[in-house]
């Protein structure tokens, strides 16, 4: 979906342990670059792909990519943007982030206990070689080599210029986006869409939720007119009063 010149949210669907999930990453471009913000569950290169067609461009010509934060459903087609890429992509995220999306620490939201959550809750009918195949992609997520730092505050020209805006809580070093030309916030997981209406992070996935409430604060400094949710999808029903509604609940 094209939301102004120069971005445009994608929205990728696909069976999900027995449901069917849709997320949304967001496309950045402009005469110079092609930025992919976040890269979908493994296994959904085709799915970008063909999001990205549809809006004239290629993913093979992707040469930006932004990791908002370490989680599965963001980093796990990573290595396959980068595989197909003509363009060798810089990848960008938090310090704090980066160490996990190269794989020398582990996923906070993958212990032991909570993988063995995960399996425990699949479906019976799931077969033993897709449970086996999940059970290893949990033990085994996809890495990748982060070679630039963003940091809270800095404007990237991507776009027509985007602010990095440090918003911790959802995971340790969670990133979300101000698109300064269609006064878009990328909230990445910060904020969801349910039903409709806006809401604060999810505490069944948020890792420190008293660190994720607080840090939806600096998203009143900006005037938005339109939030990107990496769940949920596009808000734009006077976001600029809902936010500040969420932020000091």
Partial sequence: MLIDQG???LEISAAMMGRIETIHPTFLWDHQDLVLIDTGYPGQFALIQEQLSNIGFSVQDVNKIIITHQDLDHIGSLPAVIQHSKRAPEVFASEIEKPYIEGDTRLVKLSPEAIAQAMASLPDNVPTEWR???KHTL???PTA???RIVRDGEELPFGGSIIVIHTPGHTPGHTSLYHIPSKTLIAADALNVREGQLIGPDPATTFDLALAQLSLQKFTHYDIRNVICYHGGLFTDNPNQRIRELAYA
Avoid: G, K, R, Y
Wanted: no cysteine.
């Fill in 7 to 9: 971005i445009a949210m």
């Fill in 139 to 141: 033990e085994n997520p």
């Fill in 132 to 134: 086996n195949a999940f």
């Fill in 145 to 147: 080599p982060v070679h």
